[in-house]
């Protein structure tokens, strides 16, 4: 994800032949704005961490872990190192190892798949729907004795159809274990992200709805049990300080990241509030432009309460748009330009192109527009004038 804090200030004028333009560029996100609503809770704070003397885990984290559980509505949030960590402590947590398969979608950051290999088991892609999400009916076509978990991703900021999936995987005993990296806040007929699941793993990286100033992340959880194994492995497998029972990692959460995420977690409702009313005022500008057949909007799955981490529309001719727009100082992006089947660190997997066709054509026409707690009306305006005018500059091309 791009991080680009721009300003105005930073941006020279643009020479347009007839006329001096200003525009600042449009970044695809703007940590910059965070961190000046937060800095002044954030940074008397900070000093008083570097004062105590206490860097990792300790009061800070525990206040955070309580903290985003209770937002959350799980029972344990366990503050982990990264994201990525938060999904393979979850599989570890589990007995997940060797010779077993973890169900994962084609759709995703590669993390999804990677925790996977680091547990030591196989993911098993499956296709998603045309609604981005892990498709119920690959899932069920793919159980077998060895698969011990499926992973929905509640990707772009919408929960899966969490439902459908516990009922696919039925009495088998199959985990069902949220990838919630692009979720923080988001809801599903009224329950948090790690609703019907074993645990959900987030991540707190900078860019996402609620980041850190830098690598951070969670497990949340209901399960007592599961929970004090998940802590223990992530503590160099220890309960009590020098007392290894096994051999675990360091994945621990800093006091520093804790207090940015404090303070961030206060304002998460609001800043998802901001993410909603950009996305309806994005489909209000761009309804006509979706009439005329130019691109598709996003879909809202039934019963979501979504936290727009990426507002995704789908076009023809992906690549020239996102490229004409970035020349036109818009931050638009990809997520992701490549299903991971297709990755070349997964080639030993033995999948090929073609295997998982709706991810693959997703993957051709997926834009992702700019998004972001401080984006303003105007902002969106240009956005869609840019998108527009790329979209038609393809029209004249073709005629
Ligand atoms: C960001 C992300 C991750 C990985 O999180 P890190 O904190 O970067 O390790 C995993 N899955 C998805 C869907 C993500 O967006």
Known sequence: MTTNGARASRWTAEDTGQSIRVEPPIPLVDLVWQHEQIAADVIPEVFQVMSSGAFVLGSTVAAFERDFADFSGSRHCIGVANGTDALELT???????????????????????????????????????????????????????????????HLYGQMADMEQLVETVGESGVAVIADA??????????????????????????????????????????????????????????????????????????????????????????????????????????????ERGLLQLPTVLTGNVHVWHLYVVRVRDRDRIVQAMQEAGVGAAVHYPTPIHLQPALRSLGYRAGDFPVAEKLCSEILSLPIYPGITESMQERVTAVLERALHARTKDRS
């Open 91 to 153: 599989f570890r947590g589990l007995g997940i190892a060797s010779g077993d398969a973890v169900i994962v979608p084609a759709n995703t950051f590669i993390a999804t798949a990677e925790a996977v290999l680091r547990a030591g088991a196989r993911p098993v892609i499956v296709d998603c729907n045309e609604h981005t999400m892990i498709d119920a009916a690959r899932v069920a076509e793919s159980l077998d004795h060895s698969v011990r978990a499926v992973v929905p991703v």
């Open 181 to 290: 990296a692009q979720a923080q806040g988001a809801s599903r007929r009224g329950e948090g992200i790690g609703w019907l699941t074993a645990a959900a793993a987030t991540s707190f990286y900078p860019g996402k709805n609620l980041g850190a100033y830098g690598d951070a992340g969670a497990v949340l959880t209901d399960d007592d049990e599961l929970a004090s194994r998940i802590r223990r492995i992530a503590n160099h497998g220890s309960d009590l300080k020098y007392v290894h029972t096994e051999i675990g990692c360091n994945s621990r959460l800093d006091a520093l990241q804790a207090v940015v995420l404090r303070a961030k977690l206060q304002r998460l409702r609001e800043w998802n509030n901001h993410r909603r009313r950009a996305a309806s005022r994005y489909n209000e500008l761009l309804s006509p432009l979706a």
